[in-house]
């Protein structure tokens, strides 16, 4: 299967691994309490999406932020995901 922006593609934000404000339990979706004690808000435009073809594989560190995009396909999409 193609990652693609229909079926399902990863997201990350580029650098963000690198913020020391930033943890692991950071999503799109906080409270504005949340948003203020960390003092960074990502946002969409700060996302890229991560379209690929058959047989690619995305590395990235877990303190990414990175999440998956919506299948909008009638086709399921599979991702496999592993921590080193």
């Known amino acids: ?8 593609a990863t997201r990350v934000i580029p650098g963000s691994h690198l913020r020391e404000d ?5 999503t799109l979706k906080r409270t504005r309490a949340q948003e203020q004690e960390v003092g960074w808000t990502p946002s969409e435009e700060d996302c890229v999406l991560a379209t ?4 690619s ?16 396909t009638s086709q399921g999409f599979q991702h496999l995901g592993f921590r080193v």
Do not use: I, K, Q, W
């Open 1 to 8: 299967m193609v990652g693609t922006e229909m079926n399902g």
């Open 22 to 26: 930033v943890n692991l339990d950071m």
């Open 52 to 55: 690929m073809p058959r047989g």
């Open 57 to 72: 594989v995305l590395l990235y560190p877990s303190a990414t932020v990175h999440g998956a995009s919506a299948n909008r």
